[in-house]
């Protein structure tokens, strides 16, 4: 599975937990809404990448901040979050044996509703590595995505768009 794909999966489970969180007896009672943020810092890896000027399978590790924030109706039918991932991203490019580093941003977020939902993701990396000969090669890429849907056909969407840019050398 692509990353997109694993982001805006994981971003409809998340969804969904929340979702169940408000089907819980005890929580049903309040009419307020509940927040629940989760903050990561550290450093992980994150595997079934994809280099998208190979198109080579990779495992990046990234070292920063990652936060996580849900809000919810226990009572009703509104949840929406957010996901924040920062830092400084790292992976051997197979077909190379390159070690490709730099900045890495990722942004995304959805919203459910009775009537409609959407997700939307962004991503920024800008990652350079040096070969033996002192080359230089970069690989800078933007993806940006939405996606919406209504009540009436809620597996058609009524909105959506993807792009990406990218530069490899």
């Given amino acids: 599975m692509n990353h997109r794909s694993r982001t805006l999966s994981a971003l409809a489970a998340a969804g969904l937990a929340v979702a169940c969180l408000g089907a819980s007896p005890a929580l049903a009672s309040s009419g307020h809404t509940v927040s629940l943020t989760t903050t990561q810092h550290g450093t992980w890896t994150e595997s079934g990448d994809t280099d998208f000027c190979t198109n080579e399978a990779i495992s990046p590790t990234i070292t920063g901040n990652s936060v996580m ?11 929406w979050g957010t996901f924040t991932t920062e830092g400084t991203g790292s992976y051997v490019q197979p077909s190379t044996g390159l070690v490709y580093s730099g900045r890495v941003t990722v942004w995304g977020n959805f919203n459910v509703n009775e009537q409609n939902q ?11 590595a040096v070969d033996s000969s002192g080359t230089v090669h970069t690989e800078v890429g933007h993806i940006v995505e939405h996606v919406a849907y209504n009540a009436a056909d809620p597996t058609s969407p009524i909105v959506s768009f993807g792009n990406f840019t990218g530069t490899c050398s």
């Fill in 118 to 128: 959407n997700q939307t993701f962004t991503a920024t990396f800008d990652l350079t």
């Fill in 69 to 79: 924030h849900v809000t919810y109706f226990p009572a009703g039918d509104e949840v």
